[in-house]
């Protein structure tokens, strides 16, 4: 079993940065990939960002450009910096593990899930 735990989430203001860890523990995990998703309140969750064991990278067009997706191989720590925050991109945001290497962004095709860390943005 997986265990994700999310790190780093606080209060900032609008056009500021913010840096969130995921820290990935219990079965080794091989291959695979790593997703960043969000959930604003009565809002659905929705995808932000993913990447797979190639580094490869996928983005919602919501924050592409403004916020960046890492890791550390094999999975130890899974990274999204995030900069020119905006009102809009507060929400509780989820890190998410799968065992394949696809770039999903369909919270439904993600099995292992952390508890979530607040990201408030202030105008």
């Known amino acids: 079993q997986v265990q994700l735990a999310e790190f780093g989430g606080g209060s900032v203001q609008a056009g500021g940065s913010l840096k969130l860890s995921c820290r990935i523990s219990g079965r080794p995990v091989s291959g695979g990939s790593m997703g960043w998703f969000r959930q604003a309140p009565e809002k659905e969750r929705e995808f932000v960002a993913a990447?797979?064991?190639?580094?490869?990278?996928r983005y919602a067009d919501s924050v592409k450009g403004r916020f960046t997706i890492s890791s550390e191989n094999p999975w130890t720590e899974v990274y999204l910096q995030m900069s020119d925050l905006k009102p809009e991109d507060t929400a509780m945001y989820y890190c998410a593990g799968r065992s394949s290497g696809l770039l999903n962004d369909e919270a439904k095709f993600y099995d292992s899930w952390g508890q979530g860390t607040q990201v408030t943005v202030v105008s």
């Open positions: 990447i797979n064991w190639r580094s490869m990278t």
